[in-house]
């Protein structure tokens, strides 16, 4: 006699959700958070580099009306500290995850107070290049902030995944949990990306269980569509949302939309996200990431766009995590290529200065063994 059980109920995933549970999850790693680290070392370095070379000129600067308002002196005063607290924040904050902790950086706190005092002790050059250089630190810092504040709305996720997408040419595999419940306003019981339960075109959530930024430890309100976005979905599809833009053009272009969208021109997605979105309160399904396990190939994650050759990941210094399985080499060492995993933190080669960078190897064939 054959005994029937009742059927587990699951959640299959949508590809789009499951791009933004592989985004929430990379961002809110403790990898990607110990790679700020050396990359606010360098800036430090490049910081004192500057302010030595300049230390000579220094009491040339010294002026009548301003006082030491433009000197080095003044800006090692009080721009230069912003660093280093910069560099300690984040040193607590990689400490704090093994307790659960989670929270903002100090990113926006260091980019304030570096633009509050005056470089102009550099020369043009110097200054163009130190701001270019703290403008990658911020902007790196910045999505490990979005995503503790929950500002992704489904456009956010658009625009961070056209960005990051080559960190994903396979999607992790995730397991949805019906069991483990999360709701708006209250803290998760276990930390990672939650789901909205009624809503499958809700922005997903990364919560978590260990305090930190208290202001926003609760799981939020669900960022989801309106009617105005739900029927811009439905004209031009998930694919072509949002990039499509002469689809998205014509949506506008409706007679039932001639009063929201008066005199719209192309490209027309910036208009229409400003009117797409509402937020509410929802109850939440957790999302656990299965380590190690991996989707098919996505061919959106393979090119950067229809018909390209995919690109090889960017070169990256030691210290940071691999944004590709693969094999990778330094011209630091000969005979250095070697094989990492996806998020396996780049070594510093013994002997080297400085950092050691890392390469995609052209040749990703296994070596031959003898």
């Not at 550099?122 to 200054?127: D, H, I, L, P, W």
């Not at 994903?168 to 019906?178: E, R, T, Y």
């Not at 009117?275 to 299965?290: D, I, N």
């Not at 330094?330 to 950092?355: T, V």
């Amino acid at each position: 006699m054959n005994v029937l059980y009742p059927m587990t109920p699951t959640y299959h995933l949508s590809l789009w959700q499951k791009r933004q549970a592989a985004m929430l999850y990379y961002y809110s790693s403790q990898s990607y958070l110990d790679a700020l680290l050396p990359k606010i070392d360098e800036l430090i370095v490049m910081a004192e580099m500057l302010l030595e070379r300049r230390s000579i000129l220094d009491p040339l600067m010294v002026s009548e009306r301003w006082g030491v308002r433009d000197t080095a002196a003044n800006w090692s005063t009080g721009g230069f500290p912003a660093l280093i607290e910069y560099r300690e924040n984040t040193m607590w904050d990689m400490a704090k995850r093994a307790d659960q902790c989670y929270g903002i950086t100090g990113t926006n706190q260091c980019a304030h107070m570096l633009g509050e005092f005056s470089m102009q002790w550099a020369t043009a050059e110097q200054e163009k290049a130190f701001r270019e250089r703290a403008n990658e630190v911020f902007s790196y810092g910045f999505k490990i902030d979005e995503v503790m504040c929950r500002d992704w709305d489904d456009i956010t996720f658009w625009y961070v995944w056209k960005d990051c997408k080559q960190h994903f040419p396979q999607l992790p595999k995730f397991k949805v949990h019906l069991d483990i419940e999360g709701e708006t306003g209250r803290v998760p019981i276990r930390t990672g990306v939650y789901l909205p339960q009624d809503d499958p075109h809700g922005a997903l959530q990364f919560g978590w269980t260990g305090g930190g930024e208290g202001m926003w430890q609760s799981l939020e309100e669900c960022q989801t569509f309106n009617d105005i976005g739900l029927d811009a979905l439905n004209a031009v599809g998930r694919a072509g949302l949002w990039g499509d833009d002469i689809g998205l053009l014509n949506f506008a272009r409706q007679r039932k939309y001639a009063s929201v969208f008066p005199n719209i021109e192309h490209p027309a997605r910036h208009e229409i996200m400003d009117k797409a979105f509402t937020e509410r309160p929802c109850k939440w399904y957790f999302v656990e990431l299965l380590e190690g396990e991996f989707e098919d190939s996505d061919p959106d994650a393979m090119a950067d766009a229809p018909g390209s050759e995919p690109q090889h990941p960017p070169r990256k210094a030691s210290g940071e995590p691999c944004p590709h399985a693969g094999w990778w080499f330094s011209p630091a060492r000969e005979g250095s290529r070697q094989y990492f995993r996806d998020g396996a933190i780049f070594p510093k080669l013994e002997g080297d200065y400085g950092y050691t960078f890392w390469l995609w190897s052209p040749d990703q064939s296994r070596p031959t063994l003898l």
